[in-house]
């Protein structure tokens, strides 16, 4: 068995429960705020990713810590689903949990996720103009755009959509010219 699949039977029931819980409270909306800010602090902090995936830490600790952090920034349920992923032994594959909520959540909704690699942050403009492109292209209502730079692009911008990738960097056409060049 894959270590990919393995991880999915492990997250997706949580992820289910969650959106499940969420659905059943009419606050499907502020539960993905609250996740995306939770993975935000994740991402952000790599002490408390070790605090909460190291099984040594006492889970009495990883409770106090994650109630210090989240207790007044997150609905109580959320913060409940925390502690219980804490009880469980499951809370070092909390990010994975709330990836698979998000991409849960943006199914029931019918959202596209567009991953975009830029060589500099583009403006609420700009990002606009490009979600409206990327509606067009794939006929979906909604689309997510989440954004990333890089400066190695030196121009332009990738976009990712499933498994189709949209290359319209400096780098990417660099490339083309040089594998033109090269087999000519």
Do not use: C
């Not at 040594?56 to 989240?70: C, G, M, S, T």
């Not at 006929?139 to 030196?154: Q, S």
């Amino acid at each position: 068995m894959s270590n990919q699949s393995m991880l999915g039977k492990i997250t997706v029931p949580y992820a289910e429960a969650l959106l499940e819980i969420a659905q059943n409270a009419n606050l499907l909306q502020e539960t993905s705020k609250s996740l995306s800010s939770i993975a935000v602090v994740l991402s952000k902090s790599k002490d408390l990713q070790l605090i909460l995936s190291n099984p040594l830490v006492n889970p009495a600790v990883k409770k106090e810590i994650l109630q210090e952090l989240f207790k007044n920034q997150v609905e109580e349920f959320i913060l409940n689903f925390l502690l219980v992923l804490v009880d469980r032994r499951r809370v070092s594959f909390l990010s994975i949990i709330i990836d698979k909520y998000l991409e849960l959540t943006y199914k029931l909704e019918a959202v596209t996720v567009a991953e975009l690699s830029s060589a500099i942050e583009l403006d609420e403009v700009q990002q606009n103009n490009l979600v409206n492109e990327l509606k067009t292209i794939t006929n979906a209502n909604n689309v997510k755009l989440i954004t990333n730079v890089n400066p190695d692009l030196i121009g332009g911008f990738i976009v990712k959509i499933g498994s189709k990738v949209i290359d319209a960097s400096l780098l990417g056409k660099l490339k083309k010219i040089s594998l033109y060049l090269y087999t000519s």
